[in-house]
DNA sequence: AAAAATTTTTAGACTCGTCTAAATTTTTAT
DNA sequence: ATAAAAATTTAGACGAGTCTAAAAATTTTT
């Protein structure tokens, strides 16, 4: 009766669960492996610690690492971190859709229900939400398979004046900024126009669905996607 | 980053909360103080291990506990033992009514939702779920403010015969005992009626929503709960 | 190509929750 | 009222995951 039994092969603790999404994550934002130090500073623990897991994580063949070198997932590790980001998604969207919570409230609570181990509780919610393709944060949900849906949408802070679009997603996942952009009205599907380019600052001018103007600093814009279809 | 970082007060480990939960349950079912053994029973650990959790338990304020003697909740202790019952059989509703389990199917995965720990979480549950009083066992759903609702049924195999009224319960929360129970069409709220109670085995005749008649095993009959207002 | 700075790993220790084996207390049987 | 049996607690150990401090490897600077 301590936090898990860990009964099967195939079951890993929720610290696994959370160090092979955390490399999944930092993979997928730089180039080459990732770094013990970057693993230290994403999970709040301390290098030593890292170096610990990592070990073990080898060991059970979930990533490839060689000392001092940084690490990178197996495909077994990779797979296993596309089901921890399934299930964090799909609890997302029940949290947003079904319970009415904001998406600024959403990720602590998936951040403990994504550990929650039944394969068939994650088809039936799948089922139940009807198979979103998308969390509340406009990122994509992994695939029954373990396919990562490749989505390319630019920062707003990179489109060329003229651009018209709606905002697809954030690259920033805080509450704060989730619910700065509430407060200024920048919605998940808003349509966006950028109007102007402050050159000194890169702040940006936008049309909000072919409304309102809105002043929105480089800082928000280069944490907006937009769609870039035209 | 381990199984949980306990940060506030009245944050505690889900062992801990496990623990009362079962010091609530086995209270409720006999007289006088619960023992170390039956604890080390009902959630499969060693007797050891329990004395030394009772220890921490009792340092923390939530039982009552003299040394031989066994343990007792306190208040507070009660307090958390009820909230935790209240998210499982919450959780337990949800993964029937809405997601589609069985009632033989969502205890298990209950037993992990409970110990998800958000406030809002709860209420807003309650709320999408209608503010359910009973769980898909016919167990009754403690409040919001800690109380739990009493309810008094009584046993199939306790009532005499000529008796008629609903199944309202069970005690058994096995699988086996509930999917043998949907073989037999004794689902919950399902009308009976006792026709002749066979005196060398106990077992009993009934009739079933007025219509075919079964032949129930003491074994089943005692854990079966009918409403006795008649 | 050294030296200095930085990053990473190792060593040793701690907490939580568990275990087995042994000691102690309580209960039951004689 | 003793002795035997059963229940409970203590002692000592272990694994998971963490920490700090120190050692080792790598990278950067000079
Ligand atoms: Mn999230
Ligand atoms: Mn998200
Ligand atoms: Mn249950
Ligand atoms: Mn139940």
Not at 69 to 80: C, H, I, P
Not at 189 to 202: A, H, I, L, P, T
Request: proline share 3%.
């Amino acid at each position: 009766m301590n936090g898990l039994r860990l009964r099967s092969t195939d079951m890993y603790s929720f610290t696994e669960e959370n160090y092979l999404k955390t490399i999944y994550y930092l993979a997928a934002r730089q180039e080459g492996e990732v770094t013990t130090n970057s693993l230290a500073e994403m999970t709040a623990t301390k290098a030593a610690s890292v170096s610990d897991m990592l070990r073990k994580l080898a060991e059970k063949q979930l990533i490839h690492y060689r000392k001092y070198q940084g690490v990178r997932l197996t495909e077994e590790g990779e797979r296993l971190a596309l089901k921890v980001i399934r299930r964090h998604r799909l609890w997302e969207v029940f949290l947003a859709e079904k319970l009415g919570f904001g998406w600024d409230e959403v990720h602590e609570m998936a951040e403990e229900l994504e550990h929650i181990r039944s394969e068939e509780l994650v088809r039936k919610l799948d089922a139940f939400l009807g198979y979103p393709q998308f969390d509340p944060h406009g990122d994509p949900i992994p695939t029954p398979a373990g396919f990562m849906p490749s989505v390319e949408y630019s920062k707003l802070s990179e489109v060329p004046v003229g651009t018209e679009g709606r905002v697809m997603g954030v690259l920033e996942h805080s509450p704060e900024f989730l619910q700065h952009l509430d407060k200024t009205g920048l919605n998940l599907g808003c349509r966006v126009r950028v109007q102007e380019v402050n050159n000194f600052d890169k702040s940006v001018v936008v049309q909000i669905n072919r409304d309102k103007t809105l002043f929105v600093s480089n800082e928000v814009a280069r944490n907006l996607l937009v769609d870039s279809d035209h």
